[in-house]
């Protein structure tokens, strides 16, 4: 999903630089714009993922502005990939549209290598009319090592997950 103002480009191992630019990228839209809680990428963990071969991470180069705009990370596993890292320059014009752009490199990644895509949670309007099909994700917790009480509250929380969230996220089409 190239242009001629906007590439996409590996990141360079040795280049240390890069990762933390990708940790700046998707901090500004997932922690600052978005909420604290979100999980914090920090640069050292995304080159050793890139190291291990573990993630396919590009970064969205401006070359009129000479600069980074954008992050996009995908894994995959059984033919299923997904974008847990995701970021655009927030102070960037929206005209420059670069979340779509970011996105689109994405779906054009999945489709060329003939995966499924899973753009999670999030923006459920906006991608159900792009024609996204809502599912349910669950998330699986070992508790076999905890104690008794901290086995407890992972039991209550699947039960308000399972008989409130989940009928409530289907309900309202989330």
Same mark, same amino acid.
């Given at each position: 999903?190239? *242009?001629?103002?906007?590439?996409?480009?590996?990141?360079?191992?040795?280049?240390?630089?890069?990762?933390?630019?990708?940790?700046?990228?998707?901090?500004?839209?997932?922690?600052?714009?978005?909420?604290?809680?979100?999980?914090?990428?920090?640069?050292?963990?995304?080159?050793?993922?890139?190291?291990?071969?573990?993630?396919?991470?590009?970064?969205?180069?401006?070359?009129?502005?000479?600069?980074?705009?954008?992050?996009?990370?995908?894994?995959?596993?059984?033919?299923?990939?997904?974008?847990?890292?995701? /970021?655009?320059?927030?102070?960037?014009?929206?005209?420059?549209?670069?979340?779509?752009?970011?996105?689109?490199?994405?779906?054009?990644?999945?489709?060329?290598?003939?995966?499924?895509?899973?753009?999670?949670? /999030?923006?459920?309007?906006?991608?159900?009319?792009? /024609?996204?099909?809502?599912?349910?994700?669950?998330?699986?917790?070992?508790?076999?090592?905890?104690?008794?009480?901290?086995?407890?509250?992972?039991?209550?929380? *699947?039960?308000?997950?399972?008989?409130?969230?989940?009928?409530?996220?289907?309900?309202?089409?989330?």
């Amino acid at each position: 999903m190239n *242009s001629k103002r906007y590439i996409f480009k590996k990141l360079d191992i040795n280049n240390f630089k890069l990762f933390e630019i990708a940790e700046d990228i998707y901090a500004q839209l997932y922690l600052i714009k978005y909420s604290q809680h979100n999980i914090h990428f920090k640069a050292l963990y995304l080159k050793e993922l890139q190291k291990q071969k573990l993630i396919h991470l590009r970064l969205l180069y401006d070359c009129v502005e000479d600069k980074y705009v954008g992050v996009i990370g995908l894994v995959g596993e059984g033919g299923v990939i997904t974008a847990p890292i995701v /970021g655009y320059d927030t102070n960037y014009d929206i005209k420059a549209a670069l979340y779509r752009r970011v996105i689109a490199y994405g779906i054009e990644y999945a489709m060329q290598k003939n995966y499924l895509l899973n753009l999670s949670s /999030g923006a459920p309007d906006f991608k159900t009319k792009r /024609g996204a099909q809502a599912h349910l994700e669950y998330m699986f917790v070992n508790v076999k090592h905890l104690s008794l009480s901290k086995k407890i509250i992972w039991k209550v929380l *699947s039960l308000i997950a399972n008989y409130f969230y989940a009928p409530l996220l289907k309900r309202l089409k989330l």
